[in-house]
């Protein structure tokens, strides 16, 4: 996705979430700022050669504990959303790339990472403090942002970690983008957030994201050039 077309979709998310398009530029800049200091930072091309034919995105759906239960993905890159990096590393796995807005269990995120994952970050009005804090203790980062690119920081499309991931999976090449745990029901998984002991009944602001990500996803689908498929414990589905 463009930044062209992306922008229709950032001006409604920003009119009905209530964000500051300002806040989200001054975030972009200050990630871009945070990267050049530690040095530690990636660039697309690098990112591409990690990710393979078939991607596996897992989102934190109250679905993903069954999904890791049944199932190893060892015939795919994957690719952890934010708060599932906390399942996976659960049941024993590492994953390749982890999206994140920090929002996340910092202290399993920074054990996915000195395992060998990726980290991509991503910048908004909303986590300026935290990018402060935690963009230095992390290795290998690419950044992204919800405003206009920067050079060394990318804007994919996508809004929620999940979607993003869609997004940053489809335009680094993978044909196959298979949705793991993106439930988008009545339920929130104990992993999306760190302060959820357990599974929790949707809240009003998770409703609208969730509403968008599968509105994005639905976009992707149509007008990406990778095959997107919602992964079920039965079965995938398409």
Not at 14 to 34: H, P, T, W
Not at 79 to 93: N, V
Request: net charge negative; with cysteine; proline share 3%.
């Amino acid at each position: 996705m463009e930044w062209e077309e992306w922008e229709p979709f950032y001006l409604r998310i920003v009119r009905e979430m209530g964000y500051s398009i300002e806040k989200d530029r001054e975030a972009a800049q200050i990630l871009r700022a945070l990267l050049l200091e530690g040095d530690d930072y990636i660039l697309r091309e690098e990112l591409k050669a990690v990710v393979g034919r078939r991607v596996y995105i897992f989102g934190a759906g109250p679905s993903l504990e069954e999904a890791l239960n049944e199932f190893d993905f060892s015939d795919g890159t994957l690719i952890a959303a934010d708060g599932a990096t906390s399942a996976l590393l659960e049941f024993g796995l590492v994953p390749d790339i982890v999206v994140t807005d920090l929002d996340g269990r910092i202290p399993d995120l920074k054990i996915a990472n000195d395992r060998g994952a990726f980290m991509v970050i991503h910048a908004h009005g909303d986590n300026i403090e935290k990018m402060g804090i935690y963009v230095p203790i992390f290795e290998r980062i690419l950044g992204t942002c919800q405003t206009e690119p920067l050079d060394i920081v990318y804007n994919f499309g996508g809004f929620t970690d999940g979607d993003r991931a869609a997004f940053l999976a489809e335009a680094l090449g993978a044909e196959e983008v298979v949705l793991v745990g993106f439930d988008f029901g009545e339920t929130v998984g104990r992993w999306s957030k760190p302060g959820l002991k357990e599974h929790s009944p949707v809240w009003e602001s998770k409703r609208k994201k969730f509403a968008f990500a599968k509105e994005l996803l639905d976009w992707l689908a149509k007008n990406g050039k990778a095959k997107i498929i919602q992964f079920s414990v039965s079965g995938e589905g398409g």
